[in-house]
T-cell receptor, first 116, second 113 residues
Framework: NAGVTQTPKFRVLKTGQSMTLLCAQDMNHEYMYWYRQDPGMGLRLIHYSVGEGTTAKGEVPDGYNVSRLKKQNFLLGLESAAPSQTSVYFC???????????????FGPGTRLTVL | KQEVTQIPAALSVPEGENLVLNCSFTDSAIYNLQWFRQDPGKGLTSLLLIQSSQREQTSGRLNASLDKSSGRSTLYIAASQPGDSATYLCAGYTQGGSEKLVFGKGTKLTVNP
């Protein structure tokens, strides 16, 4: 099993450009998450999904959109990139969530994005 | 709003020392708690998951405990090795946001040979 994979690993954008980050998991997990990690801020949840066809906002959703058309994939889109979106983006997945057991989250290797 | 604090922010120890990393929550009403390890430039690796009904979990030289009444968790590392050098993060689910894992900012551990 590959676990959680992310593409691309690195990307440099100019302000105003758009891009899509792809996350894929092969563990048949229902829940998927997008986080960003910034120095001094820790990990913050951008959007998440509790199942195919569903998405919900996290702590810092502005400027991002997501889609979960297939259970194994979770896409994060930036429609008009801004320098404030320079960050490392992590995708994660889990079998369940919250109060239930077996809610261990597994993370991908990350995408390092720079917006000039 | 749930906040997670990890103390200390950085720790440097000689090889072989036993050490404890601390994690505390402002809201003690938490569900499962997870400890992660992050190496520089890498993703997060799950170390231990303490489920809501449990008080501790062990894996090799690692032992994590959870005291929900005080809103605290500790990660104990026995006989530390240079390969343990990394940033350690704790995170937990809270009752108010059942799908959201709240993270601490981490403790950066350096084990010196």
């Amino acid at each position: 099993n590959a676990g959680v994979t992310q593409t691309p690993k690195f990307r440099v954008l100019k302000t105003g450009q758009s891009m899509t980050l792809l996350c894929a998991q092969d563990m048949n997990h229902e829940y998927m998450y997008w986080y960003r990690q910034d120095p001094g801020m820790g990990l913050r949840l951008i959007h998440y999904s509790v199942g195919e066809g569903t998405t919900a906002k996290g702590e810092v959703p502005d400027g991002y959109n997501v889609s979960r058309l297939k259970k194994q994939n979770f896409l994060l889109g930036l429609e008009s990139a801004a320098p404030s979106q320079t960050s490392v983006y992590f995708c994660a997945s889990s079998y369940s969530s919250g109060r239930f057991s077996y809610n261990e989250q597994f993370f991908g290797p990350g995408t390092r994005l720079t917006v000039l | 709003k749930q906040e997670v604090t990890q103390i200390p922010a950085a720790l440097s120890v000689p090889e072989g020392e036993n050490l404890v990393l601390n994690c505390s929550f402002t809201d003690s009403a938490i569900y499962n708690l997870q400890w992660f390890r992050q190496d520089p430039g890498k993703g997060l690796t799950s170390l231990l998951l303490i489920q809501s009904s449990q008080r501790e979990q062990t894996s090799g030289r690692l032992n994590a405990s959870l005291d929900k009444s005080s809103g605290r968790s500790t990660l104990y590392i026995a006989a530390s090795q240079p390969g343990d050098s990394a940033t350690y993060l704790c995170a937990g689910y809270t009752q108010g946001g059942s799908e959201k894992l709240v993270f601490g900012k981490g403790t950066k551990l350096t084990v010196n040979p």
